[in-house]
């Protein structure tokens, strides 16, 4: 049926999308991880991540259900195999985040209003960018995703430490597909001399002690100057509006401060 009248989503940006689209109503049921906005905690939760209640999804009679990356490619086979529509979104880049809302809105027959929440990212974006030049240096930032093991900034958000005015000092990692070929250790990051550590734990909050304790990492510049932050999953892992919006704009903060 086009457009849908009942979707499904089961990771929470294309939640925010169609709250910030205005079309929240279609939504028939979410994944338990949704936070944004809290409104959305009230709807039908049938996922987690990793795992979906097909048959609690097939009684909500959704016309498209919204899926994402490969960790979900066997929800998404097996909704399919159930005869459902179902989109798979599998971006890592603040691009993708742009194209990822500008399909929503063309999938849900509201080309415009998705063309046009892109624009409004978009020139915060540029305005990041200007702001940026002003900086009187670009500190270099460990962005730490997970800690055991390490595992650093992906994609989306090594391009936002590059907008806010900062250099990931793993970005050559950040494309990487999977989170196991963004693992750095110890050595990596003596070595990198970051000047900020941002921490990410995804699931579970950043212990700076745990940081600090670690052998060798006295000697980096970030843990010398007291420069540890903790950004929340919620707000910067999800590739959705809240990394470009909230995510990008603490980022911005945390950069100033240590300029």
């Not at 279609?26 to 905690?41: D, K, T």
């Not at 991540?49 to 086979?77: G, R």
């Not at 097996?78 to 809105?105: K, P, Y």
């Not at 843990?223 to 995510?247: C, F, M, V």
């Amino acid at each position: 049926m086009f457009p849908p009248k009942r979707i499904i989503c089961l990771t929470e940006e294309t939640v925010e999308t169609l709250y910030l689209l205005g079309e929240q109503d279609r939504i028939v049921g979410v994944s338990g991880f949704v936070v944004r906005p809290p409104e959305a905690r009230r709807k039908p939760k049938v996922s987690t991540f990793t795992d979906a209640k097909t048959d609690e999804i097939l009684a909500l009679k959704p016309d498209l259900v919204f899926t994402f990356s490969d960790i979900q490619a066997e929800i998404t086979a097996n909704l399919i195999r159930e005869g459902l529509q179902v989109h798979a979104f599998n971006h890592r880049t603040v691009n993708g985040i742009l194209d990822m809302i500008q399909t929503v809105g063309a999938l849900v027959g509201e080309a415009e209003k998705g063309a046009t929440l892109c624009e409004k990212m978009q020139k915060k974006i540029e305005a990041a960018k200007e702001k940026a030049k002003k900086l009187r240096r670009r500190p270099r930032i460990y962005f730490e995703e997970w800690d055991e093991p390490m595992i650093s900034a992906i994609g989306w958000v090594s391009d936002l430490i590059e907008i806010a005015g900062g250099e990931n000092v793993f970005a050559s990692l950040a494309l990487a597909h999977g989170a196991k070929d963004r693992i750095v250790f110890a050595e990596d990051v003596i070595r990198a001399k970051p000047d900020i550590i941002i921490g990410s734990w995804c699931g579970k909050g950043f212990k700076q002690d745990t940081v600090v304790g670690r052998p060798g990492f006295d000697a980096i510049p970030a843990i010398k100057n007291g420069a540890l932050y903790e950004i929340r999953s919620a707000i910067i892992l999800q590739p959705g509006p809240a990394a470009l919006t909230d995510g990008l704009e603490l980022l911005q903060k945390i950069i100033s401060e240590n300029n």
